[in-house]
């Protein structure tokens, strides 16, 4: 767990992007969110507060579509050539638009962090790192470094425009986080001044998401079951439901501390896991995976080694929300 937490002041006006850019943020531990009146409880989530009186240590405003981060000035951006966009929208031409996030990070460099294919009924989460675009998006980011500064900017291109503005849809950051791509916690990483690179984690929501088929379900614990001591109640419920499914559920932790009696102050009977696996500092946590399994944990890098290492499906907190089970509805993308 962080010492010394930040605060970080959201200035939110009261729309869709705001509550979906403050709910992507409620299991973040990186700061203590200062936000207005938001349409859901936030006393369910532990760094979300409406009511913090010390000056902030950042500062993100949102406000008619768009997100500012630190004050930091916006400036309208020219792409030397349209060509480039344009093959995109060849590349995706299964698509009436092409959508593209820019951030211009902490230290003015351009750096793609999502894209997406928008019909009139459909969005889809892109790879933005596959073979077929990748070289088309590297020659926009080198074109664009050194423009700004700490700005998010969005590039909308179609048959008839291209659109390059600052303006952010609700619909593709709920889209790209469903797919592993949590836009709002990438602008807080840049805050820290950290550089971020991001990865589309799922290759398909209908498929990835119906958990029913899979034979195991790994658990991550600190900061995935247990919170500072508190139970994290969505994650627990997740866990009992697969329980009373006759699934298989692991317990793979870091945990210094006796695991059991963690398990035990947070109302979590030891027994609904098959194997409660103790990884040490010197192992990977993707050398204990299994085949056909689900892998739960809040920590990137252990996702990313577990995703890419064991060719695993791996979920944030964030996207327990999208599990599917065959016996009701998926929750819409759109």
């Known amino acids: 767990m962080r010492k010394n937490i930040p605060i970080c002041r959201i200035k939110n006006d009261i729309s869709e992007l705001s509550t979906e850019f403050i709910w992507s943020l409620r299991y973040s531990t990186h700061c203590i969110y200062d936000v207005k009146e938001i349409n859901f409880d936030l006393s369910d989530y532990k760094y979300l507060s409406n009511d913090v009186n010390t000056s902030p240590d950042f500062l993100i405003e949102i406000k ?69 675009v990748f070289d088309i998006l590297t020659k926009i980011e080198k074109q664009l470094n050194g423009v700004m500064c700490d700005n998010l900017v969005n590039i909308r291109i179609s048959k008839d425009e291209i659109i390059i503005n600052h303006e952010c849809c609700y619909k593709e950051f709920r889209c790209l986080r469903s797919c592993g791509i949590n836009i709002p916690l990438v602008l807080v990483q840049n805050l820290y001044k950290r550089k971020i690179k991001t990865y589309k984690f799922i290759k398909s929501i209908e498929s990835d998401y119906n958990i029913e088929q899979y034979k195991s379900i790994f658990f991550d614990l600190d900061e995935t079951l247990v919170w500072q001591g508190e139970p994290i109640q969505e994650s627990i419920l997740l866990l009992k439901r697969l329980h009373d499914k006759k699934l298989e559920i692991n317990l793979l932790t870091r945990h210094k501390k006796d695991i059991h009696k963690t398990l035990k102050s947070i109302n979590v009977d030891c027994n609904l896991f098959n194997k409660i696996i103790k990884v040490e500092d010197d192992e990977k946590k993707s050398s204990f995976i299994t085949p056909n399994s689900l892998f739960v944990d809040n920590e990137f890098p252990e996702r990313f080694d577990v995703r890419f290492k064991a060719n695993t499906v791996s979920l944030d907190l964030d996207q327990l929300e999208f599990v599917e089970w065959s016996q009701i509805e998926r929750v819409n993308i759109i």
């Not at 030397?80 to 996030?101: A, H, M, P, T, W």
């Not at 294919?117 to 892109?126: F, Q």
């Open 64 to 132: 008619n579509g768009k997100i500012k981060l630190n004050n930091e000035d916006t400036k309208k951006i020219n792409i030397v050539s349209d060509s480039f966009l344009y093959r995109l929208l060849e590349q995706g031409n299964k698509f009436d638009e092409i959508s593209i996030y820019l951030l211009f990070n902490f230290n003015s460099e351009c750096k793609v962090i999502g894209l997406l294919g928008v019909n009139r009924n459909e969005i889809k989460c892109l790879d933005h790192n596959a073979d077929n």
